[in-house]
């Protein structure tokens, strides 16, 4: 079992722990008749290659040496597998190709893809790829993890355009407003018990009031990065499977695409049933979370001098899930110390998040426990209603989730639910 899936599904006790994502392709069958190649020519170039943008942080595919057509693509993998190359040695342009493919049916232009450009030179992908992942499910009712990802992508754009600085400040006065809110709070407890708070509540108190439109930016583009290399990970394995179904999967995992948690996900959606369906999200879930990103968060949470901390517990604490059933994180999990202070025993019981979002354990232990359970029960308990939700389009669904609007009313509610017991003798 690979080192990045941490904990059981509550409901899939019997399959271990979850996490991963999925593969493609049905050789021969996908390709169609094999065009007029000359096969000694037309895809030597496109062997052996260690894509140079695989984290998805630049503009392009994954890497400048691969078209981004479909069609050039699939000519120069027909040609591979009609002169019976390895695999191993085309495991790039197959990738390549399966992701020029959902580009293309999601109306993406891979070629022109930046998100170091910012979000509005990037909105209508950051819509096309979560519209891309609700098509997924419900064209395949099994592809439980594409259908979590396209509704909670609900929040996580309407994060996005929360902190939009392209047509207003409003994304920094409202972090200013949450650490304002915080410090105010912070300010008003007894002085020896300050020394109890967290260092993310301390920072965002101290960072967050300061915080500028150009650290905000850089935020944003950290996500759209994150958003793109997730896409660059999932969409080839789920086209492919659309396109090929096992054989396109096999494929994917003859190449090296796919690890052990992956193949075991995928081995569940072929079993055609609700428990390998339902193990298929958790795993897929933790390679998304524990695998493709994990390293990204890291970097983001760490950078700019406690700015990269003080914005990531700042949407940590602002977030609602847009799954339902889910809850905000500081409901699942609130903050609570216990510490002495001066030989005195403390208790401080406060509203906020007791974890940061950006930190890997405590982030898969909520989407465990929370969202993918609830989308679990969702999809195999009210399919309808599931279908309906992903029926909205999707703007119409991101503008229900926008955090701004609840910025006072979390402002305020951090004001309120402090407790502190007086010291113990």
């Not at 009712?141 to 979590?148: I, K, N, Q």
């Not at 933790?286 to 695998?291: L, T």
């Amino acid at each position: 079992m690979p080192g990045a899936v941490h904990c059981q599904s509550p409901r899939v006790r019997n399959t271990t722990i979850r996490g991963v994502l999925v593969a493609l392709l049905g050789a021969l069958a996908l390709a169609g008749p094999a065009p007029n190649v000359a096969h000694a020519t037309g895809y030597e170039g496109l062997l052996d290659i260690t894509p140079a943008n695989a984290a998805a942080e630049s503009i392009g595919g994954l890497d400048p040496r691969l078209p981004t057509d479909s069609t050039a693509l699939g000519a120069a993998l027909a040609a591979a597998r009609s002169d019976g190359v390895a695999p191993t040695r085309y495991s790039a342009l197959l990738q390549q190709y399966w992701l020029a493919r959902g580009s293309e049916a999601s109306g993406i232009d891979l070629a022109g893809w930046d998100p170091n450009a910012g979000l509005i030179a990037n909105a209508a992908v950051v819509d096309r790829v979560y519209e891309n992942y609700g098509r997924y499910q419900l064209q395949r009712a099994e592809l439980y993890w594409s259908g979590m990802a396209g509704l909670a992508g609900g929040s996580f754009a309407a994060g996005f355009w929360d902190l939009d600085l392209g047509r207003t400040v409003l994304g920094v006065d409202a972090v200013h407003a949450l650490g304002n809110a915080v410090a105010s709070t912070v300010r008003g407890l007894p002085g020896e018990a300050t020394t109890l708070l967290p260092p993310d509540l301390r920072n965002l108190a101290t960072v967050g009031p300061a915080m500028t439109a150009g650290d905000v930016d850089w935020y944003q583009k950290r996500l759209l990065m994150m958003q793109k290399h997730i896409y660059f990970d999932m969409v080839p394995m789920h086209e492919a499977y659309l396109n090929g179904g096992r054989g396109g999967v096999e494929e994917m995992a003859a190449a090296g695409l796919l690890d052990e948690n992956a193949e075991i996900a995928w081995n569940g959606i072929f079993s055609g049933t609700p428990a390998g369906y339902a193990d298929a999200l958790f795993r897929m879930a933790s390679r998304e979370q524990n695998q493709i990103i994990a390293d990204q968060w890291d970097v983001t949470a760490a950078a700019r001098d406690g700015v990269g901390r003080a914005l990531t517990y700042a949407t940590t604490l602002a977030a609602q899930p847009s799954v339902p059933g889910s809850r905000a994180p500081g409901q699942v999990s609130p903050m609570a110390v216990d510490g002495d202070v001066n030989g005195s025993a403390y208790r401080l019981r406060t509203p906020l998040p007791g974890f940061n979002w950006a930190d890997r354990e405590p982030r898969w232990q909520y989407i465990v426990s929370d969202i993918a359970s609830s989308y679990q029960r969702l999809a195999e308990g009210r399919p309808g209603e599931l279908r309906a939700l992903l029926a909205i389009p999707f703007r119409d669904f991101v503008e229900g989730q926008r955090v701004l609007r609840r910025v006072p009313d979390l402002a305020r509610d951090m004001s309120t639910g402090w407790e502190l017991s007086p010291p113990q003798p």
